[in-house]
């Protein structure tokens, strides 16, 4: 059974380390690091919509413009991140083949 956590704002800032990021994003319920996020644009807003891989449990975060770059430059190991194709390209996260053209 998935317990449903509500809506929390991201606590975390573009430039904090790893171990913080991963904590932020942690499971409200278990408080296990091991997450999978949707990050993508509702209601004009940046939101991640958070599954918790260990116990199911479901939230979502409210994520400014800076959290979402960190998020796409720089994600934490422990979280599993993903981008929806509605995100201004300026948050995208970078494609590396571009590069090389
Ligand atoms: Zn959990």
Do not use: E, I, K
């Not at 949707?38 to 199911?56: E, H, S």
């Amino acid at each position: 059974m998935s317990v449903v956590c509500g809506r929390y704002d991201a606590a975390f800032t573009l430039d904090d380390p790893d171990a913080l990021v991963g904590a932020a994003l942690s499971c409200p319920a278990c408080l296990d690091a091991t997450t999978r996020l949707a990050v993508g644009m509702r209601r004009n807003r940046l939101d991640a919509r958070c599954t918790c891989l260990a116990c199911g449990s479901t939230w979502s975060l409210s994520l400014a413009p800076q959290q979402a770059l960190r998020l796409s430059l720089d994600p934490p190991r422990s979280a599993d991140v993903h981008f929806s194709a509605q995100l201004p390209p300026a948050l995208m996260p970078l494609d590396l083949d571009d590069l090389d053209a």
